[in-house]
């Protein structure tokens, strides 16, 4: 063997400056294997509590149903019942609303209403309501009263099992939410066919203002003294290509009044649309007049192109888009994405028409307001009961719909896991909860503060664990179900909450129906006109009303009306603030408000809520 080159061993090591692969600078290296390793860890720790659990308890899981007496199940058929019943009273009030005559195209009624106006009158009736849809809206409120008050005595003096009263509870929530909707959105449809205003862009009631509990023109708008226009936008009304998912194709692509209906003039009518300027600037707002993507509500322009980035139901199965190309689609949305129109190809796959299944935006930039089926043709016992069904909580006369047979292995896959995930959750309740929540009566009896933390704290897992798959359950497996089998088309239920920032981007994302919901019936009718609200308030009452339903949805089936659930969404104000500031102060890839998240909602506030709940009805 030849002799190789000898080897100094004064050989340069330190060549040039390096950071530490752990350094925050370092944004290239992966964590794959810790991940693993920290995924086995929590694995083993899980089998090595379920063994102690074992060796301590035995098997505690029983057959669901089985001790729970004929009382509870015949109070909780009563219960859905009543819950149903108030569907139908709603279908009927507003189907004896439907006004039998329209509002002739004149100006001489508006200019009389306008000049006595303008000529010292302080207070001006509700432009487009009469006698009869104040009566209609007595009834209404009736009804909604009727919907949540009697099923919730139902549940507090009759249902001692908390699972029963809970399944009550929350159907009679969902279904007031669900007809006070649908009575908000055919008052304005309502309206605007009485007043001929075809596109909801002239609503009078942005030139009002709320004075001293009455309505008086707002001389200080901008629009106010503008000349009258057309009908809005200058889009044809010629158009007929319209898809009808209640009764055929309609005349007018935005025409949401239909047929003209008579040409009497009705009494109790102060103005017409057609006396309105169109709404042209962003900072005047009024019920009927922009669509929900361009209400200014801060942090809403994120979570909308967030959504809009998701694919099409459809869609994605024929394209090869692979599940990180998704999330990456996602997470790089943070700037809000203009209004897309809908193509040929896109629109027989969503199984809507051209351009039609979202708003087209108009010359300002806003959303145009338009439906395929036109009031008064929308009230209808089939178009209801869709919307019954329908996963949404905001009431449209039609929806955006899939095209095609519905797909039965879907709904076999999504069924499959609802039923997995429950029973595994019935599971973890019977064996792992019942245990720890009695050891936690016991704590809070001895007021022994470390033990009932140790209790806190173990609940903790499993509460989070029983959170993680019911989210799972209901908003993927039930909702992607009940939207396959109705084609429904817009599939956007939550968003990836687990990544949020801070509590308001947590709140907004994790559930979007009941985020569009409140964005949309409560938060801004409250900042806009009349009563032109600032925003803080409006933030406040959204709170005050999630409060109290979170309050009915939980403390009636357990008999506590103790107001745990009221402080705890109350509280969720300043946690909001605090995580904000943190964001500021720290940046959003410091992860402290997203600490601050996960402590608050599911290490402490979720399985504290939960002890104190389970100690008031044992």
Same mark, same amino acid.
């Given at each position: 063997?030849?002799?190789?080159?000898?080897?100094?061993?004064?050989?340069?090591?330190?060549?040039?400056?390096?950071?530490?692969?752990?350094?925050?600078?370092?944004?290239?290296?992966?964590?794959?294997?810790?991940?693993?390793?920290?995924?086995?860890?929590?694995?083993?720790?899980?089998?090595?509590?379920?063994?102690?659990?074992?060796?301590?308890?035995?098997?505690?899981?029983?057959?669901?149903?089985?001790?729970?007496?004929?009382?509870?199940?015949?109070?909780?058929?009563?219960?859905?019942?009543?819950?149903?019943?108030?569907?139908?009273?709603?279908?009927?009030?507003?189907?004896?609303?439907?006004?039998?005559?329209?509002?002739?195209?004149?100006?001489?009624?508006? =200019?009389?209403?306008? #000049?006595?106006? !303008?000529? %010292? +009158? *302080?207070?001006?009736?509700?432009?487009?309501?009469? &006698? @009869?849809?104040?009566?209609?809206?007595?009834?209404?409120?009736?009804?909604?009263?009727?919907?949540?008050?009697?099923?919730?005595?139902?549940?507090?003096?009759?249902?001692?099992?908390?699972?029963?009263?809970?399944?009550?509870?929350?159907?009679?929530?969902?279904?007031?939410?669900?007809?006070?909707?649908?009575?908000?959105?055919?008052?304005?449809?309502?309206?605007?066919?009485?007043?001929?205003?075809?596109?909801?862009?002239?609503?009078?009631?942005?030139?009002?203002?709320?004075?001293?509990?009455?309505?008086?023109?707002?001389?200080?708008?901008?629009?106010?003294?503008?000349?009258?226009?057309?009908?809005?936008?200058?889009?044809?009304?010629?158009?007929?290509?319209?898809?009808?998912?209640?009764?055929?194709?309609?005349?007018? =692509?935005?025409?949401? #009044?239909?047929? !003209?209906? %008579? +040409? *009497?003039?009705?009494?109790?009518?102060?103005?017409? &649309? @057609?006396?309105?300027?169109?709404?042209?600037?962003?900072?005047?707002?009024?019920?009927?007049?922009?669509?929900?993507?361009?209400?200014?509500?801060?942090?809403?322009?994120?979570?909308?192109?967030?959504?809009?980035?998701?694919?099409?139901?459809?869609?994605?199965?024929?394209?090869?888009?692979?599940?990180?190309?998704?999330?990456?689609?996602?997470?790089?949305?943070?700037?809000?994405?203009?209004?897309?129109?809908?193509?040929?190809?896109?629109?027989?796959?969503?199984?809507?028409?051209?351009?039609?299944?979202?708003?087209?935006?108009?010359?300002?930039?806003?959303?145009?307001?338009?439906?395929?089926?036109?009031?008064?043709?929308?009230?209808?016992?089939?178009?209801?009961?869709?919307?019954?069904?329908?996963?949404?909580?905001?009431?449209?006369?039609?929806?955006?719909?899939?095209? %095609?047979?519905?797909?039965?292995?879907?709904?076999?896959?999504?069924? @499959?896991?609802?039923?997995?995930?429950?029973?595994?959750?019935?599971?973890?309740?019977?064996?792992?909860?019942?245990?720890?929540?009695?050891?936690?009566?016991?704590?809070?009896?001895?007021?022994?503060?470390?033990?009932?933390?140790?209790?806190?704290?173990?609940?903790?897992?499993?509460?989070?664990?029983?959170?993680?798959?019911?989210?799972?359950?209901?908003?993927?497996?039930?909702?992607?179900?009940?939207?396959?089998?109705?084609?429904?088309?817009?599939?956007?239920?939550?968003?990836?909450?687990?990544?949020?920032?801070?509590?308001?981007?947590?709140?907004?994302?994790?559930?979007?129906?009941?985020?569009?919901?409140?964005?949309?019936?409560?938060?801004?009718?409250?900042?806009?006109?009349?009563?032109?609200?600032?925003?803080?308030?409006?933030?406040?009452?959204?709170?005050?009303?999630?409060?109290?339903?979170?309050?009915?949805?939980?403390?009636?089936?357990?008999?506590?009306?103790?107001?745990?659930?009221?402080?705890?969404?109350?509280?969720?104000?300043?946690?909001?603030?605090?995580?904000?500031?943190?964001?500021?102060?720290?940046?959003?890839?410091?992860?402290?408000?997203?600490?601050?998240?996960?402590?608050?909602?599911?290490?402490?506030?979720?399985?504290?809520?939960?002890?104190?709940?389970?100690?008031?009805?044992?």
């Amino acid at each position: 063997r030849r002799p190789g080159p000898s080897y100094l061993q004064a050989q340069v090591v330190h060549y040039r400056p390096r950071v530490s692969v752990l350094d925050k600078e370092l944004t290239t290296v992966s964590y794959h294997g810790l991940v693993n390793f920290l995924l086995l860890l929590l694995s083993a720790t899980l089998i090595r509590l379920a063994i102690e659990n074992y060796l301590k308890y035995g098997i505690l899981v029983s057959i669901p149903g089985a001790s729970v007496s004929r009382r509870d199940w015949v109070a909780t058929l009563a219960g859905l019942a009543v819950v149903a019943a108030s569907f139908f009273v709603a279908f009927a009030i507003e189907k004896q609303a439907v006004p039998r005559q329209r509002q002739p195209r004149s100006r001489s009624t508006a =200019a009389a209403a306008a #000049t006595s106006a !303008t000529g %010292g +009158s *302080s207070a001006l009736p509700m432009v487009g309501v009469d &006698a @009869s849809d104040k009566l209609t809206t007595a009834m209404h409120l009736a009804n909604l009263a009727f919907v949540l008050v009697a099923p919730s005595c139902i549940t507090y003096f009759a249902i001692f099992k908390p699972a029963l009263g809970t399944v009550v509870m929350l159907f009679a929530c969902i279904m007031f939410l669900k007809l006070y909707s649908l009575a908000a959105t055919n008052f304005d449809l309502r309206r605007a066919y009485r007043l001929r205003d075809t596109r909801l862009d002239r609503d009078p009631l942005r030139l009002l203002t709320l004075e001293r509990g009455r309505l008086a023109v707002d001389s200080a708008d901008p629009d106010a003294g503008t000349g009258a226009g057309g009908d809005g936008d200058g889009d044809s009304d010629s158009d007929t290509d319209v898809c009808s998912e209640g009764g055929g194709s309609i005349p007018g =692509a935005d025409d949401l #009044t239909g047929p !003209t209906a %008579g +040409s *009497s003039q009705e009494a109790g009518i102060e103005a017409v &649309a @057609s006396e309105v300027p169109p709404l042209s600037t962003r900072h005047s707002f009024s019920l009927n007049a922009r669509a929900l993507a361009d209400i200014p509500v801060a942090g809403d322009d994120r979570i909308d192109a967030k959504a809009d980035a998701l694919p099409r139901p459809r869609m994605r199965r024929r394209a090869a888009t692979s599940a990180a190309n998704i999330l990456k689609l996602v997470a790089d949305s943070t700037e809000a994405a203009p209004p897309r129109q809908t193509g040929p190809a896109e629109a027989a796959c969503s199984g809507m028409p051209a351009a039609r299944s979202a708003p087209r935006p108009a010359a300002d930039g806003r959303r145009t307001i338009s439906y395929a089926v036109a009031y008064p043709d929308n009230v209808t016992l089939g178009n209801f009961g869709y919307f019954w069904l329908a996963p949404t909580l905001c009431y449209q006369p039609s929806y955006p719909r899939i095209a %095609g047979p519905i797909s039965k292995s879907f709904v076999a896959k999504r069924v @499959s896991e609802l039923v997995i995930i429950c029973v595994t959750m019935y599971v973890i309740i019977q064996q792992y909860a019942v245990p720890t929540l009695t050891g936690s009566v016991k704590a809070i009896d001895t007021r022994n503060g470390f033990w009932l933390s140790e209790r806190v704290l173990k609940l903790s897992v499993i509460s989070a664990t029983i959170w993680f798959l019911g989210f799972y359950a209901l908003f993927h497996a039930a909702l992607n179900a009940l939207a396959e089998v109705l084609r429904f088309a817009d599939r956007a239920f939550y968003l990836d909450w687990w990544n949020s920032v801070d509590l308001a981007a947590y709140w907004r994302e994790w559930n979007l129906p009941i985020h569009y919901f409140c964005k949309r019936h409560i938060m801004v009718p409250l900042i806009s006109a009349p009563l032109n609200l600032p925003v803080g308030v409006g933030i406040v009452v959204t709170f005050l009303f999630s409060a109290i339903m979170h309050e009915l949805l939980f403390g009636i089936p357990t008999h506590c009306l103790k107001g745990y659930s009221f402080v705890g969404m109350m509280a969720q104000i300043p946690l909001i603030q605090l995580t904000q500031w943190l964001v500021r102060w720290r940046g959003s890839d410091s992860g402290l408000g997203n600490a601050v998240f996960w402590i608050s909602f599911c290490i402490v506030g979720q399985p504290l809520g939960v002890v104190q709940y389970y100690y008031t009805w044992v």
